[in-house]
């Protein structure tokens, strides 16, 4: 491991070196200053043309910052890249991000992994958490943002290796637009944005929404899904204005969890095989809804302060019924299913109220966010499981009749109640022309109980205090150069995601800390941009599920040492660049569980490359002609904390073509261009469920503006 990471550092004072030297340097350094906070103009997403390098970002400080003033690793994934590469899904946005690591979430949710450790519960939207389970749709998202390493100083439990935030489409422009999409495996989409801004009446809406259809490469798999998205914009007065937020999404698919492994690689079979329930569609499916609304209210009392309050309500309801590989026979070539059924209704909301202050202390410059959260969810949940339901082929198997209702009891039926309630604090201070810092601090108190209806279980509950700090240091020589150094703390509570229960309910929250150094460089105007970034996180505590018979496994403490550059942004004449590279040593350094008959400690962790890269490069043409194609690379990981089954690395190619006019465009996309047979995720605590990558498809857009 020394060896390793002197190589890494070496690399990073290499293109530290190569990159500060004057033919780089293109800007002097800035001259000294007075104390007073330097006025930054940035431009909000939708006042910005099509770029794959949007100058600022809102996740990591709460404020709207230069990405080189944040001491610490934030992609974001441009409207511009999701149009061009024809996304349609979460798992389509965040593969394009380094460091992370796919997972199929049981076949009803996104699920990823960042830095090597499970993101399940970190996802966000305009800031305020979003945990439900379920796939979430991009029809109402501008642009995706994703913090590196721990940010409860700001969002609160989680965040380990780090936290999605999805910005959502808001009212204040002029825009009517449709799109229909056609694509491999009767895949039928239609979009719709329309928004309108009454500036003299202070009154501006829009209205986004999706209806998609589509079968797929994985046999009986289909999916049925809507979307709607409405926001209303109020100018109240001079300073104060309220946006009203709408979401409608549901959801139906089958609950794919794969194909199983035989003597430590998945089976080769088709990509298509399917290892469940004949008649998928009516006894193997996953229906999903989600309802939520919301607002932001806004007023800036003078120059130095304002207030922001924002809150969110949501209700999720979920009836997933699955068949799965529960364990593989190698010697007689079968697999024995297993049948499920799950139940779950939430309900919660979630309220912030936060004051920004920019003033004048010490002789330095400050902008202060002081922030206090309360949040409740209910979150109420019924598992049935039954193992040996049907026995399949391995290689040719032949979907058997299974009974819909498990008839077994119940392994879980209860309700779990999450309550929190948080204080915080942020500074980001300019402390001269060259050095600036950001530091924070929070404080959380998370109570969590659960109410049970199996008898002969009691209740429980308990309440866990947390503080959660942040600290980092910027020195930016030019205008092109920013250096920094972070020091970060987050909590994972024992119920962040799921009720608690009686094998967790007395086990201290785990602990993350993350150490990370990294560089930002500027290029052709701010056009385009570089990072580095080499980090260490470390993870106490650490637990599981595992799929078959829900139980807890213990993992331990896992460390992950890592490398991340980034690259994107306009070239000259004409060219966009998206790339990124990874390394990430992610292993369990302490543990006494075991996997598969394997000790856990000493392990790679779950479903993360050691290595992974991707390169996207577009070209205008001219005409309103244009190109793209890009590569994505994804090495080996393990499907299982015992690591005895690995899934192979692959490289993929996709290819792009369009043509653009004033009010219309038309836009091919071509996936997976050669072909490959590829894993794309899996579970992470199974070494059976592991999923097929799609085969070659097109995907053809048709957008007009009216």
Not at 26 to 50: F, I, N
Not at 492 to 506: C, D, I, V
């Amino acid at each position: 491991m020394a060896v390793k990471k002197t190589g890494l550092a070496l690399l990073i004072a290499v293109a530290v070196q190569q990159l500060s030297n004057p033919a780089f340097a293109q800007k002097p350094p800035p001259a000294e200053s007075d104390a007073t906070l330097p006025e930054v103009k940035v431009k909000s997403s939708r006042g910005l043309p099509p770029t794959y390098n949007p100058p600022t970002a809102v996740s990591g400080t709460k404020i709207e910052a230069p990405l080189h003033d944040i001491p610490q690793t934030v992609n974001v994934v441009p409207q511009s890249l999701l149009r061009d590469q024809g996304m349609r899904s979460m798992q389509d946005a965040l593969k394009s991000i380094p460091g992370i690591g796919l997972s199929h979430g049981d076949g009803q949710r996104d699920q990823v992994t960042i830095r090597g450790f499970t993101a399940i519960a970190d996802q966000f939207i305009d800031g305020l958490r979003d945990d439900a389970l379920y796939f979430r749709d991009l029809s109402n998202i501008e642009q995706v943002e994703v913090i590196k390493g721990p940010a409860s100083v700001l969002y609160g439990r989680g965040s380990s290796g780090g936290l999605i935030n999805r910005i959502t489409k808001k009212p204040g422009i002029d825009k009517s637009e449709a799109s229909a999409q056609v694509g491999s495996w009767n895949q039928r989409r239609g979009e719709f944005d329309l928004a309108r801004n009454y500036s003299d009446k202070g009154i501006a809406f829009r209205v986004t929404g999706a209806l998609e259809r589509a079968d797929s490469y994985r046999d009986q798999q289909f999916l049925k899904r809507e979307a709607l998205s409405p926001s209303l914009s109020i100018k109240l007065n001079p300073d104060t204005r309220l946006l009203i937020q709408g979401e409608y999404l549901a959801d139906r698919r089958v609950t794919d969890f794969g194909i199983p492994a035989f003597r430590g690689l998945p089976v080769n079979v088709p990509p298509g095989t399917y290892y469940g329930a004949a008649d998928a569609k009516n006894f193997d499916y996953s229906q999903a809804r989600v309802t939520a609304l919301g607002f932001t209210l806004d007023h800036r009392f003078s120059s130095e302060w304002s207030i922001r309050n924002a809150f969110r309500h949501y209700d999720y309801s979920l009836d997933r019924n699955n068949t799965l590989v529960g364990s593989v026979n190698e010697a007689a070539q079968t697999a024995l299913l297993t049948r499920g059924n799950v139940r779950r209704d939430e309900d919660g909301y979630f309220n912030q109220t936060e004051l920004i202050q920019k003033t004048s202390l010490a002789g330095m410059a400050h902008q202060l966010l002081y922030g206090v959260e309360i949040g409740k969810q209910n979150k109420d949940q019924m598992f049935r499981s039954q193992g040996n339901v049907a026995t399949v082929s391995l290689f040719n198997p032949v979907a058997p009749v299974v009974p819909f209702t498990v008839t077994s009891a119940p392994s879980s039926d209860n309700l779990g109640i999450l309550s929190v309630a948080s204080g915080y604090v942020q500074d980001m201070v300019t402390l001269s022309a060259r050095w600036k810092a950001l530091a924070g601090v929070r404080y959380d108190i998370f109570k969590q109980e659960t109410r049970e209806r199996i008898a002969g279980r009691a209740d429980l509950s308990r309440t866990d205090r947390a503080w959660s700090p942040r600290v980092g240091l910027v020195y930016q020589p030019t205008q092109t150069q920013s250096y920094y150094a972070s020091f970060s703390k987050s909590f994972q509570p024992s119920a962040e995601s799921f009720p608690l229960a009686a094998n967790n309910a007395q086990i201290a929250p785990e602990e993350t800390i993350n150490q990370e150094i990294g560089a930002k460089f500027d290029f052709f105007d701010g056009k385009a941009s570089a990072t580095a970034s080499l980090f260490r996180l470390e993870r106490t505590n650490i637990k599981s599920t595992d799929p078959t018979t829900n139980r807890l496994i213990p993992i331990g403490t896992q460390r992950t040492d890592g490398l991340e550059l980034t690259f994107s942004g306009e070239l000259p004449h004409g060219w966009q660049i998206w790339s990124g590279y990874s390394y990430l040593d992610a292993r369990v350094t302490s543990s006494i569980a075991q996997d598969s008959g394997q000790p856990v400690q000493g392990k790679r962790a779950t479903l993360t490359p050691e290595h992974s890269a991707n390169f996207w490069l577009t070209k205008a043409l001219g005409n309103g002609f244009g190109a793209g194609a890009g590569v994505n690379y994804v090495g080996d990981r393990y499907a299982n904390a015992g690591n005895t089954v690995t899934l192979p690395g692959y490289v993929t190619a996709d290819a792009m073509a369009y043509y653009r006019m004033k009010n219309f465009s038309l836009q091919l996309n071509l996936m997976n261009l050669f072909d490959r047979k590829y894993i794309v995720s899996g579970h992470g605590s199974s070494p059976n469920l592991n999923l097929p990558g799609a085969p070659r498809s097109l995907q053809l857009t048709a957008r007009y503006a009216f």
